[in-house]
Nanobody, 120 residues
Framework: QVQLVESGGGLVQDGGSLRLSCAAS????????MGWYRQTPGNQRELVAI???????NYAASVKGRFTISMDNAKNTVDLLMNSLKPGDTAVYYC??????????????WGRGTQVTVSL
């Protein structure tokens, strides 16, 4: 079983910055993809940014140019640096990981979420 623990959420003013961090622990042989999704009340969870273990990235159009995702393969951590935050970025942010349990078994996991609130 893999556990993902997020940290770094909080309250910030419009135009401010926050860094989210997520650390994976448990039994897995290799992380394939790690990333961040977000969700607001009444809406579906949406992709924010993901990164592969080879460094490939994908960002939601709404955050491109403002957010930067990075992954430390040795520590199995993923960070999300969020700059120029807007009230529309307010949401619960969830860490995600896709990993190999064994050579032929793949699985995924979610963190519990961390609240990000951007005030005017």
């Amino acid at each position: 079983q893999v556990q993902l623990v997020e940290s770094g959420g909080g309250l910030v003013q419009d135009g401010g910055s926050l860094r989210l961090s997520c650390a994976a622990s448990g039994r897995f042989s290799r992380m394939n993809v790690m990333g961040w999704y977000r969700q607001t009340p009444g809406n579906q969870r949406e992709l924010v940014a993901i990164i592969t273990n080879s460094g490939g990235t994908n960002y939601a159009a709404s955050v491109k140019g403002r957010f930067t995702i990075s992954m430390d393969n040795a520590k199995n951590t993923v960070d999300l640096l969020m700059n120029s935050l807007k009230p529309g970025d307010t949401a619960v942010y969830y860490c995600f990981a896709d990993f190999l349990v064994s050579e032929f078994q793949r699985s995924d996991a979610w963190g519990r979420g961390t609240q990000v609130t951007v005030s005017l």
